[in-house]
Nanobody, 122 residues
Framework: QVQLVESGGGLVQAGGSLRLSCAASGLTFSSYTMGWFRQAPGKEREFVALISRSGGSTYSAHSVKGRFTISRDNAKNTMYLRMNSLKPEDAAVYYC???????????????WGQGTQVTVSS
């Protein structure tokens, strides 16, 4: 059974930092592109960042470029999202996802975590 478990969310002041983790089990982690998505109340789920199977390629949404860094440790079956200079508009539930190919489209990802809440106070 595939499980993706996010952690590291919480409440932070604007300008602060958080690091999210996504621990994977039940799948060959290194065979999957991994992505972070987020969903704020009343909004659609949106792409945040992705990382290739080897970790050699990353791609981030324009809104987080230069502030968020995605990484992965295939030996630990874990993906990370370092979020710096957080803004109130970054507040959302953050989800990690695993998929077979490079894609920014949520429907292209096969497995999803339960999400972790990020709240940013102004």
């Amino acid at each position: 059974q595939v499980q993706l478990v996010e952690s590291g969310g919480g409440l932070v002041q604007a300008g602060g930092s958080l690091r999210l983790s996504c621990a994977a089990s039940g799948l060959t982690f290194s065979s999957y592109t991994m992505g972070w998505f987020r969903q704020a109340p009343g909004k659609e789920r949106e792409f945040v960042a992705l990382i290739s199977r080897s970790g050699g390629s990353t791609y981030s949404a324009h809104s987080v470029k230069g502030r968020f860094t995605i990484s992965r440790d295939n030996a630990k079956n874990t993906m990370y999202l370092r979020m710096n200079s957080l803004k109130p508009e970054d507040a959302a539930v953050y989800y990690c996802a695993a998929g077979p190919a490079i894609s920014t489209t949520p429907d292209d990802y096969h497995y999803w975590g339960q999400g972790t809440q990020v709240t940013v106070s102004s």
